[in-house]
């Protein structure tokens, strides 16, 4: 089984091993961060491997999970013909190797398939409304074409494949930089700034806790072979982002006000799931309240802000050792490099592979 060490693919990495599986976790540490899968690289069934995934690739697997590009708008913008490579290439890659393996694969695709939807709630039927030239169109249009690769894939050489269409979802071992709202709000929160709104704020999201989407994503892969997909993963509940803020400044009890800026192109106005096929051919559907993942993680946010003003401390203080003793080689602390993991089941269960 192959995984990356992103946000979602380290929560997956924990996951399968706790099952018993062994794992690969594929990255190329371009978005990926070591320590969001650090406790886990001593465990015996655990491999970590640097591979981009645009470049073919061969390892055993029976199983596949496809979590490649970055989610983020403020990474995958940076980059787009890169994000573009990572959707398309990257699942074609993946594709010809599941071919050769005989293996199962699961594409995580995205809501931002349906653009800035007409319908709402979203079902899997609505072919979406997209801009194709606009600067959100590297994440958006890779996907969609991944999930045309998938089941060209499926009709010409009969893979046994999952699509899973992911909405927003949030929790601990987010990019405290990546630029998604929850992780902004929480941050900007925490140190006292003012909470930047895109737009007027009335524009609504629907928030998933990390554990539910990875219970829905092992749900999938675990499923008979008709079921294909697209199915939606998220969580049904819709909020607009002026309430998120709102909450996230009393959990945080924060003195923080709000600010807003222009919303930028293209951002969908709407964005909630519906998940009934989900639900009927899965019997999977979210059970963490939007308090209770929030309170998880602000708590990972607070902890994290803490250790990184501790470091700061201790280079400053390394750094007035040197000025004042020339003679003395100040410590400098690395930041770790960002990582991609991958898993791989026992043999008695096979292989699984995971990138993202």
Known sequence: MQLPC???????CERLLAEGHRVFCLDNFQTGRMENISH????RNFRLLKHDITEPLEVKADEIYNLACPASPAYYQANPIQTLKTSVYGAI???DLA??????????STSEVYGDPEQHPQSETYWGNVNPDGVRACYDEGKRCAETAFFDYQRRYGVEIKVAR?????????????????????????QQQPLTVYGD???TRSFCFARDTIEGLTAMMSSPHTVAGPLNLGDPHEVTVLHLARRI?????????IKFDPLPQDDPVRRQPDIARARALLGWQ??????VGLKATIAYFRKELEENRLAARRRKSAFADATAYPGKQAIQVAQAPRTTAVRKSSPTQGQRFTYE
């Open 99 to 108: 071919v050769r393996r005989k293996a199962k694969i699961l594409q995580a």
């Open 249 to 257: 400044l009393l959990l945080t009890h924060s003195e923080s006000g």
């Open 166 to 190: 992911i909405f927003n979802t949030y929790g601990p071992r987010m990019d405290p930089d990546d630029g998604r709202v929850v992780s902004n709000f929480i941050v900007q929160a925490l």
């Open 201 to 203: 704020g009335n524009q």
């Open 93 to 95: 890659n993946l594709l």
């Open 6 to 12: 992103g946000f979602l693919g380290s929560h997956l």
């Open 286 to 291: 979210p059970t963490t309240s939007l308090n």
């Open 40 to 43: 886990l690289v001593m465990h």
